[in-house]
């Protein structure tokens, strides 16, 4: 900017207009480039660059009143969530009492730790990991394109073989909570799982473990 | 001007590229800077690992730890299209002024009758506005069921007004749809959150973006 009045002894050549040579125009420009440092100063530790990231979730549609009840899910998980970030599970269909097809379900208890909630996910889901993996790797190497990649990865998570894991809180669980088992779900590449409400045998089951009465 | 300065005095320094780049960066961070409000509520989510930003064209709830409702709405327009439909339906009157004042506004956290007042208190003090109990949620008076179900509707006929208009005119049209969004604190109790989405799916909206600090994934390493 200071180059402007200097480029007045130059720009005489060329315009032909007469101007006053020996005055100086240089101006003083230290309250615009304090004023102009205020602003950035302001403007940066104002801005805001990272905008919240979210989590996409889909709930399920609710049945029309009387419509028969959905069929039983295949190797389906429960995860019951509960106070002090404790969850139970069990793992296939929920059996209030001994019966023909088999015992009366008992809850079993997994927390937050990598060694526990992770591990055991991982465990189930690893079919399906694996065969992401290998996708992946026929990815790197340009065998596939990655919209095949993608529909692929999708059949993966969807397949039969591939636990559904349902998640269900009792009235003390934290919000914390179902986004850890969620994220923990993404993290393992499960792709079918649904946070649903609680029903009253599995209710009271957890508050008897939680009393530690193991009938 | 003379090539040597110095004239015994103090050395000039050329400062023109510095003060190009000040006020290069002060442009720059001029024109991304969005201006808000404080929000009502603190609110401190749980991370994960979530890579989707939160769309900027979004109806959101808030929930803090106690389980009390805010809601709000980015789109200004949509957002006093909302209140006017409010104030039919609850038979509240609110000025001009009143409904325009509300456009600016961070989410809100007071029940529809209190609202008047709330918009005209100075910004300094609605933090500490009293009765702030959240929007109520109960069977006889559901009032974040009708704010969610008018700011939904108002926030998708706008972003179809907009979407048509680019058509006709034969723009390209950018916007994102309109998405719900749900903002909790780590500590609230999930039941609340579960009430709420009882009242998304029985307005028929399934989908919702659970908005969470950011995480790195161990996979990714």
């Known amino acids: 900017m200071a180059e402007i009045a200097e480029g007045g002894s130059g720009g005489g050549h060329k315009g032909g207009k007469k101007r006053a040579k020996k005055q100086s125009t240089r101006i003083d420009m230290t309250p615009m480039v304090d004023l102009a440092f205020l602003l950035l100063t302001f403007f940066v530790l104002t801005s805001t660059f990272s905008k919240p990231k979210s989590m996409e979730l ?32 069990y793992e296939g269909e929920f059996r209030p009492k001994d019966d023909e097809k088999g ?38 190497k340009k065998e596939i394109p990655d919209t095949t990649h993608k529909r692929l ?3 993966i998570k969807a397949n039969k073989i591939a636990p559904t894991i349902l998640i269900k809180t009792d009235d003390q669980a934290t919000y914390k909570n179902v986004v850890d088992v ?32 193991q009938p | 001007m003379s090539k040597k300065p110095s004239k015994g005095g103090a050395p000039s320094l050329d400062m023109t590229p510095m003060v190009d780049l000040a006020f290069l960066l002060v442009t720059f961070f001029m024109l991304t800077a969005s201006f808000r409000m404080a929000e009502p509520v603190t609110v401190d989510p749980p991370s994960s690992i979530g890579q989707i930003t939160l769309p900027d064209n979004h109806i959101m709830v808030t929930v803090d730890k106690d389980g009390k409702l805010f809601f709000g709405i980015s789109n200004a327009a949509a957002k006093t299209a909302a209140l006017r439909r409010m104030s039919e339906k ?44 959240g929007i109520p949620l109960d ?21 179809n007004d907009a979407k048509e208009k680019a058509k006709s005119a034969n723009q390209e049209f950018k916007a994102e749809k309109p998405r ?27 989908q919702f973006n659970l908005i969470t600090g950011l995480e790195a994934n161990p996979n990714e390493n």
């Open chain 1, 58 to 89: 889909t709930f399920p549609v609710e049945p029309p009143p009387g419509s028969p009840p959905p069929p039983a899910v295949k190797n389906g998980i429960t995860m019951l969530l509960t106070k002090d970030d404790r969850i139970f599970y």
């Open chain 1, 153 to 155: 990865v999708k059949e």
């Open chain 2, 139 to 159: 069977s006889l008076n559901n009032q974040l069921r009708d704010w969610i179900s008018f700011g939904g509707a108002e926030a998708v006929k706008i972003y």
């Open chain 2, 180 to 206: 719900y969004a749900i903002k909790c604190d780590s500590k609230t109790k999930y039941i609340f959150v579960q009430d709420i989405v009882e009242v998304f799916t029985k307005l028929k909206i399934y």
């Open chain 1, 103 to 140: 015992p009366k379900t008992k809850l079993a208890e997994l927390n937050f730790a990598p060694s526990s909630l992770h591990k055991y996910l991982a465990d189930k889901n690893k079919w399906a990991q694996d065969e992401i993996q290998k996708l992946n790797d026929r990815l790197k």
């Open chain 2, 90 to 133: 609850y038979k509240i009157p609110f000025t001009e002024e009143q409904i325009k004042k509300f456009g600016g506004l961070p989410s809100i956290g007071v029940e529809l009758k209190d609202l008047p007042k709330y918009i005209d208190t100075p910004e300094s003090k609605r933090m500490t506005f009293k009765p702030q109990n």
């Open chain 1, 182 to 213: 969620i994220d923990e779900l993404n993290i393992n590449l499960v792709g079918k799982y649904v946070v649903v409400d609680i029903l009253k045998p599995e209710y009271d089951l957890i508050q008897e473990n939680l009393k530690g009465v």
